[in-house]
């Protein structure tokens, strides 16, 4: 877990990153949600069966006024294993085609292989950086 940090860490190289971290109520999540600059949104590729609970935990995101501005990363995860849907059918079942007010990038990731991940926060590190010029 922290050679993982670090790598995402040596991402941002210099610049200073707030990423959204989710957490039960009462956990302080409400403090922190006011300087968030992105969201990574992780989804069981696997789970068809919740994929309308999470595009209403999704969508409830982004709802938030403190939320608006953040850019918006979200994992397709266990594509290793079989029946996943593509990362298409997980943007689609999000809706993430519909938003068009904010940046947002949808990742296949296979988190106990590593796959994807570091593209994906790469692709996040480098909209911050566009950002902050």
Known sequence: MGLWISKLWSLFGDQEARILVLGL???????????????????????????????????????????????????ANKQDLPNALTDAQIAEGLGLYDIKNRDWAIFKTSAVKGEGLFEGLDWLANMLKTRRK
């Open 25 to 75: 109520d009462n956990a302080g999540k409400t403090t922190i949600l006011y300087r968030l600059q992105a969201i990574i949104y992780v989804v069981d590729s696997t789970d068809t069966d919740r994929i309308g609970v999470s595009r209403d935990e999704f969508k409830a995101l982004l709802d938030e006024e403190e939320l608006r501005d953040s850019l918006i990363l979200v994992f």
